[in-house]
Nanobody, 118 residues
Framework: QVQLVESGGGFVQPGGSLRLSCKASGRIDTITVMGWYRQAPGKQRELVATILRSGRTEYTESVKGRFAISNDITEATVSLQMKRLQREDTAVYFC????????????WGKGTPVTVSS
């Protein structure tokens, strides 16, 4: 089992910045990939960014150049630095960890809200 706890969400004006962090605990040795997803009101959850243990990253098109995902393997944390935030970034952001324990298992945090508004 892997437990994930997010922090860092909040309220920010358009053009502002926020940094989200996620701390993993439990069987962190089984984690292959970590990432951030988001779900806006009335919409489906969507991928924002992922990072492999190797450090390889991927981003959804709408956040490229504005968001940066990073990890700290020893601390079992993953962070998402968000810059030039737009109203369209308003959502609940969820931390995800993908682990291989005989089969693939997805773990989720409870989510942290991000509101971009003037």
């Amino acid at each position: 089992q892997v437990q994930l706890v997010e922090s860092g969400g909040g309220f920010v004006q358009p053009g502002g910045s926020l940094r989200l962090s996620c701390k993993a605990s439990g069987r962190i040795d089984t984690i292959t990939v970590m990432g951030w997803y988001r779900q806006a009101p009335g919409k489906q959850r969507e991928l924002v960014a992922t990072i492999l243990r190797s450090g390889r990253t991927e981003y959804t098109e709408s956040v490229k150049g504005r968001f940066a995902i990073s990890n700290d393997i020893t601390e079992a944390t993953v962070s998402l630095q968000m810059k030039r935030l737009q109203r369209e970034d308003t959502a609940v952001y969820f931390c995800n960890a993908g682990a291989l324990v005989g089969e693939w298992v997805d773990y989720w945090g409870k989510g942290t809200p991000v509101t971009v508004s003037s």
